[in-house]
């Protein structure tokens, strides 16, 4: 337990006070010069934007003049001796945090720069990495041309065809379909496949530039800010020097590029939800309704509380998973657990807060002039962007065994916001082999913090995961049946969530009243979907008798659930943005 426990207030994004001083003088400039730059610009300019779909073009001139991508997104191999200029996983995260607090949009274009630079940072092609270093110094964006309207992110399957064309070189023709930046990045890491090859060896990731003649941008398919291109080159000239990966190379660039995309996922839901907290808290703080503020109604109290108990677990899981991110090599692969947990887990709750927070705003949440308004209409987007939930349980799913039977020692994970470049991320190796990754004991975190008493009743639950698996495991076939499946993915999913946000909460000295609320939450959701594994047709009847058996009932403390209401209601007033 640290000798100064975290103020819960602390954990929450502020921009009046704002002034993260666990990162270096450069980091600390640019964050707040970013909030500065939104703030400027007010949120009614910013709201006016957003309603008439304009494109984000006056915040990347912001970022190019400040050299903001360039500083944040280049490895340090590849910043000229620059010491500000790293791929820094801690202080990116806070980054999308603060594009999301202020609007899915500016977040958005950085996301799809990241994606887009994953195969170039990941290749050996010298020459593409210092054009995409020289071009995000000169505040360019990057797009990653890999989904199909026909395939979607499919990528076994690609109508992007390269024609040797006998120099060593191809020509390129083909679609692809809802890309970002599509329409203004220096560089486009496209995927598609050769036309003299079969198989995984015909796979290429080359590098397109969206100004060039024979790139015709059809598009934006979706309305907004956000420019969600369709783009179709016709004889693209791809050169030696455009390639960046061939074969099985360019399938795990395409993977391993999302490793790190979606994990960015997480942060700007935090952002989004955060904002809407604030505005939500003062409004309902400071109505009146029947006489009294709408704050004294009893469920009024109950939304909030579990709305502020599930943006402090987000945060608390995705803060811990940046260690794990960043601790990561070749013998320490945890975070192919940890980062699709971010990616589904961390964005579906915050549709499950907005909905909280919605339920109080009632018609005020509808308001064009609210950000709340923004973020509710995108939250949504999240959690089925980088592959939908289902996709990235599915995954998850097969982290289990291992998690739950087959512990391994590791090192202790510290808490990482060390100014340090994380050059692994360019190197993760082949992909496959989830199966065989082993975890340390899960129990450990729980056993520790038993005495907190919602997490010894979710504890009691998580083992009995482990009891289900032994006596009553899913049949062959109902491991063919995903929507089964699912339900067995998403109990899991409630365990691995709760280790880490036990072992962030430890670092941080976490009022143990907030622990207590967060794990409340924990033990009606593990219930929830007993209950719906309980319901679905393929259940036998000995897996029906253990989930109705699983079902439990949190430790209900009144007086603790005032204390931290009176946390929630402190919040009221303690932001509201420049108009």
Not at 323 to 337: K, N, P, Q, V
Not at 431 to 443: H, L, P, R, S, Y
Request: glycine share 8%.
């Amino acid at each position: 337990m640290p000798e100064t426990a975290t103020s819960v207030k602390d954990l929450f994004l502020n921009p009046s006070t704002y002034d993260p001083t666990r990162f270096d003088d450069e980091t600390r400039r640019l964050l707040r010069a970013t909030i500065d730059y939104f703030e400027g610009v007010g949120k009614q300019e910013l709201l006016r934007r957003d309603h008439d779909a304009e494109f984000t073009a006056d915040f990347i001139a912001f970022s190019k003049r400040e050299k903001l991508f360039s500083t944040f997104l280049t490895p340090a191999a590849w910043a000229g001796g620059d010491p500000n200029r790293r791929w820094d996983t801690s202080r990116n995260a806070a980054l999308s945090e603060i594009f999301g607090f202020y609007g899915l949009a500016y977040w958005y274009a950085e996301q799809v720069t990241i994606l887009g630079l994953g195969p170039i940072w990941m290749s050996d092609n010298d020459a593409a990495k210092k054009k995409a270093a020289d071009d995000l110094a000169a505040g360019d964006v990057m797009a990653f041309g890999l989904s199909e309207r026909a395939h979607g992110a499919d990528i076994y399957n690609t109508d992007m065809l390269l024609t040797p064309d006998g120099k060593g070189g191809f020509t390129a023709t083909g679609t692809k379909y809802y890309i970002g930046n599509g329409n203004v990045a220096s560089m486009v890491s496209v995927f598609g496949r050769r036309t003299d090859l079969e198989g995984p060896d015909a796979y290429v990731f080359f590098a397109a530039d969206s100004r060039h003649s024979n790139y015709h941008l059809i598009e934006n398919v979706t309305h907004g800010q956000m420019y969600v291109s369709t783009f179709h080159l016709e004889d693209y000239v791809v050169t030696e020097e455009d390639i960046l990966h061939t074969g099985k190379e360019a399938f795990a660039a395409a993977l391993n590029t999302v490793n790190i995309g979606k994990f960015n996922l997480c942060s700007g839901s935090v952002g989004m939800v955060e904002h809407s907290f604030y505005e939500a808290i003062t409004h309902a703080n400071n109505r009146i309704l029947y006489g009294n503020p709408v704050t004294d109604f009893s469920h009024v109290q109950a939304n909030f509380v579990e709305a502020f108990s599930r943006i402090v677990a987000m945060k608390l899981f995705s803060n811990r998973s940046i260690d794990y991110f960043r601790s990561a090599s070749l013998e320490d692969r945890r975070y192919l657990l940890f980062n699709p947990m971010t990616k589904s887990k961390v964005t579906s709750e915050g549709e499950k807060v907005m909905t909280l927070l919605l339920d109080v705003m009632a018609a005020k949440g509808y308001e064009k002039r609210t950000y709340f308004h923004q973020a509710n209409r995108f939250i949504g987007w999240l959690p089925r962007l980088e592959g939908t939930v289902h996709v990235n349980v599915g995954q998850i799913l097969k982290f289990m065994p291992n998690y739950l039977f087959n512990p391994k020692e590791y090192p202790a994970i510290p808490t990482r916001d060390d100014a340090v470049d994380d050059s692994f991320f360019w190197a993760q190796g082949p992909v496959g082999g989830a199966g065989k990754i082993q975890f340390e004991d899960w129990t450990k975190a729980y056993e520790r913090n038993s005495s907190t008493p919602n997490v010894a009743v979710f504890y009691e639950q998580a083992k009995a995961l482990k009891t289900l698996l032994m006596t009553a495991a899913p049949s062959a076939e109902q491991q063919k049946d995903l929507d089964f499946l699912l339900v067995i993915g998403h109990l899991f999913s409630l365990i691995v969530y709760g280790q880490l946000i036990l072992e962030q909460a430890e670092l941080l000295g976490l009022d143990a009243d907030i622990v207590d609320e967060i794990f409340a939450v924990q033990v009606r959701d593990y219930s929830a979907y007993a209950v719906e594994l309980h319901g679905k047709s393929a259940t036998t009847e000995a897996q029906r008798a253990w989930a109705l058996g699983a079902v439990r009932g949190p430790a209900v403390d009144a007086e603790r659930t005032a204390r931290v209401w009176e946390q929630v209601k402190a919040f009221d007033g303690a932001y509201e943005m420049s108009e």
